[in-house]
């Protein structure tokens, strides 16, 4: 059975992090007017395979399942350049969940799978800002970047925890040419948020923060189902309990070969975010997110009442 070792995973996401700080803090940070540390959380949704809405999924807001979401927590730092752009990178922690229980969709629920998995994740972004309101106290911006992230779906069976990529749900250890998918995988993060000031200093930032991924085994489905007899040959009965957890209720909808997941399309999810900012030190009047009315500057010897 292959193991997971939890502290490299973490260290290596954290590697990621610093890496893509370090980046952000190349020759190019020199011209940055000011620089924001962040911290917050918010809650985390899956879009995948599992649940969802009625009708055959898309992996998109339309298969939003409310009863599984979870949470996300996440830390990071901001580098401003003027007023209308910022680079950004960030931790996240978050736990994805999916269950067929939740779907009035007749296949689906008759499916009966489900899973769950903490994700760590690191993020290199662009930030642009697009609007300011109330005298500059409030800022609506668009980001993307992309991120990388570690995975590890599990599922409860009879009041056990397992990691379902040990078992190879889908014939991963006994069809010829398919190996057991990677627990990491690249994230293209991608959202909007919207910034209020408490001080000069210091603001909230509220976000919608999409992810595309480039893995379909988020949720340990994808592809068909296995061959139930081949499965515990190779990977023990257990493995073929985990696989084809069906109610019956659907004629031959977990037969050999037929559609498990929807492989035609990667999974996805997304964090509503709420996060305390603070810009530090000296360089707070320079930020790109400002507190007030605008000081005018002078053309020519005369005052300018715009401001660009």
């Given at each position: 059975?292959?193991?997971?070792?939890?502290?490299?995973?973490?260290?290596?996401?954290?590697?990621?992090?610093?890496?893509?700080?370090?980046?952000?803090a190349?020759?190019?940070?020199?011209?940055a007017?000011?620089?924001?540390?962040?911290?917050?959380?918010?809650?985390?949704s899956?879009?995948?395979?599992?649940g969802?809405?009625?009708?055959?999924?898309t992996?998109?807001?339309?298969?939003?399942?409310?009863?599984?979401?979870?949470?996300?927590?996440?830390?990071?730092?901001?580098?401003?350049?003027?007023?209308?752009?910022?680079l950004?990178?960030?931790?996240?922690y978050?736990?994805?969940?999916?269950?067929?229980?939740?779907?009035?969709?007749?296949?689906?629920?008759?499916?009966?799978?489900?899973?769950?998995?903490?994700?760590?994740?690191?993020?290199?972004?662009?930030?642009?800002?697009?609007?300011?309101?109330?005298?500059?106290?409030?800022?609506?911006?668009?980001?993307?970047?992309?991120?990388?992230?570690?995975?590890?779906?599990?599922?409860?069976?009879?009041?056990?925890?397992?990691?379902?990529?040990?078992?190879?749900?889908?014939?991963?250890?006994?069809?010829?040419?398919?190996?057991?998918y990677?627990?990491?995988?690249?994230?293209?993060?991608?959202?909007?948020?919207?910034?209020?000031?408490?001080?000069?200093?210091?603001?909230?930032?509220?976000?919608?923060?999409?992810?595309?991924?480039?893995?379909?085994?988020?949720?340990?489905?994808?592809?068909?189902?296995?061959?139930?007899?081949?499965?515990?040959?190779?990977?023990?009965?257990?493995?073929?309990?985990?696989?084809?957890?069906?109610?019956?209720?659907?004629?031959?909808l977990?037969?050999?070969?037929?559609?498990?997941?929807?492989?035609?399309?990667?999974?996805?999810?997304?964090?509503?975010?709420?996060?305390?900012?603070?810009t530090?030190?000296?360089?707070?009047?320079?930020?790109?997110?400002?507190?007030?009315?605008?000081?005018?500057?002078?053309?020519?010897?005369?005052?300018?009442?715009?401001?660009?």
């Amino acid at each position: 059975m292959l193991k997971i070792n939890k502290k490299s995973k973490v260290k290596t996401t954290l590697k990621m992090c610093i890496s893509m700080l370090v980046l952000l803090a190349s020759p190019i940070a020199v011209k940055a007017q000011s620089v924001d540390l962040f911290f917050g959380g918010g809650t985390a949704s899956f879009l995948g395979d599992l649940g969802g809405k009625p009708t055959l999924g898309t992996n998109d807001a339309q298969d939003l399942d409310i009863l599984s979401t979870r949470y996300g927590v996440t830390a990071g730092a901001r580098i401003n350049f003027g007023k209308y752009f910022a680079l950004r990178s960030q931790l996240w922690y978050a736990r994805l969940s999916a269950n067929d229980k939740y779907t009035v969709n007749r296949e689906r629920r008759d499916r009966n799978l489900s899973f769950f998995t903490n994700i760590f994740e690191a993020d290199a972004l662009a930030e642009i800002n697009i609007k300011r309101f109330n005298k500059g106290a409030g800022l609506l911006y668009v980001f993307g970047g992309i991120g990388y992230f570690r995975f590890n779906p599990k599922t409860r069976m009879n009041g056990k925890v397992y990691e379902l990529r040990d078992y190879g749900t889908e014939g991963q250890f006994y069809i010829p040419g398919k190996s057991p998918y990677s627990l990491s995988s690249i994230a293209f993060p991608s959202g909007i948020g919207y910034k209020m000031a408490l001080s000069k200093g210091s603001y909230l930032a509220f976000e919608l923060n999409m992810r595309k991924t480039k893995t379909d085994y988020i949720d340990d489905v994808s592809g068909f189902f296995a061959d139930p007899v081949k499965l515990a040959e190779m990977k023990g009965p257990v493995a073929a309990q985990l696989a084809d957890r069906s109610n019956g209720t659907v004629p031959n909808l977990s037969s050999t070969g037929s559609i498990r997941g929807h492989y035609w399309n990667n999974d996805s999810y997304f964090f509503l975010s709420i996060t305390y900012n603070t810009t530090l030190g000296a360089s707070k009047r320079s930020s790109s997110f400002k507190v007030g009315r605008p000081r005018r500057g002078n053309i020519n010897g005369k005052r300018k009442c715009f401001e660009f």
